[in-house]
């Protein structure tokens, strides 16, 4: 069998890993979906290469207003790889405790909110804060994992605990442990990782079934969508209506910031 059909059969496996997951779904959707029509926000984070599911749930074509994408980019920018701003000191960030209390000081975050927080590992030391903080202020929160490679991976934190630990919901991704999915022949290092092919696939499922209870529930979203399926005057007008209440929500996580209530 060819490299490339091992792959695309490792990927038929992660997907049937997702459907076996289908209510839950439909569970993380629903607290998400209830958090946005009450105005409120779903806060995501993933650092490393996790940004990249992130940013596939908001801003993208096909995607709506709701989400706060939280991206640090001392965590997350790869694209130098070595010298100033490189990975090894993204790597290092990664796992600096307290740094994720000095992210959520910016928001004002409340009940009503909810948390999807992303980390193949779960056991990175600022992916699981994040979490933990949400919990602490009694925001839901759900995790995006690679449960494989959690179970076999150690947590950064001192007392062991991992992202799963400070969730409320868990999906996971179906990737191996390592990730890297395929064997070469000769070589001791598989390669072409799994996780982002699963976190794909619960992103947008979650999407599609946020977006169904925003439009029954009398709230359609607001869909970045191409002038190719709409129109080019409804596509424009739709992107211009959706980042003016993604604005409208974000300036509700600011006005109260450091007052005490």
């Not at 790889?81 to 600096?96: D, H, K, L, P, T």
């Not at 990782?193 to 699963?198: D, K, Y």
Request: glycine share 8%.
């Amino acid at each position: 069998m060819s490299y490339t059909k091992q792959y695309l059969e490792k990927g038929k496996a992660i997907i049937g890993v997702i459907e076996k997951q289908e209510a839950q779904i439909q569970r993380i959707a629903k607290i998400f979906a209830d958090a946005i029509l009450k105005g409120r926000m779903v806060h995501l984070f993933g650092s490393g290469h996790s940004r990249m599911m992130v940013e596939e749930m908001w801003p993208r074509y096909g995607s709506f207003p709701g989400f706060n994408p939280i991206v640090e980019l001392s965590l997350s920018f790869h694209n130098l790889v070595v010298g100033a701003n490189g990975q090894r000191q993204a790597m290092f960030i990664e796992n600096v405790s307290g740094l994720a209390v000095k992210i959520l000081r910016n928001f004002d975050i409340t009940e009503e909110d909810t948390a999807l927080i992303i980390s193949s590992s779960g056991c990175n030391v600022v992916p699981i804060e994040m979490a933990e903080e949400f919990q602490k202020k009694k925001v839901k929160v759900a995790a995006l994992v690679s449960s494989q490679h959690l179970e076999g991976s150690t947590s950064k934190r001192e007392d062991g605990k991992k992202l799963i630990d400070f969730a409320d919901f868990v999906l996971d991704t179906g990737a191996p442990l390592g990730d890297a999915m395929i064997p070469i022949e000769g070589m001791d290092t598989p390669v072409a990782p799994g996780s982002t092919l699963g976190g794909v696939l619960l992103i947008n499922t979650l999407k599609a079934e946020i977006a169904a209870i925003l439009h029954q529930n009398g709230k359609t979203p607001k869909v970045l969508s191409s002038g190719k399926v709409v129109g080019e005057e409804r596509a424009a007008a739709l992107f211009e209506s959706a980042y003016d209440e993604h604005a409208h929500r974000m300036a509700k996580l600011f006005e109260n910031v450091g007052v005490k209530q």
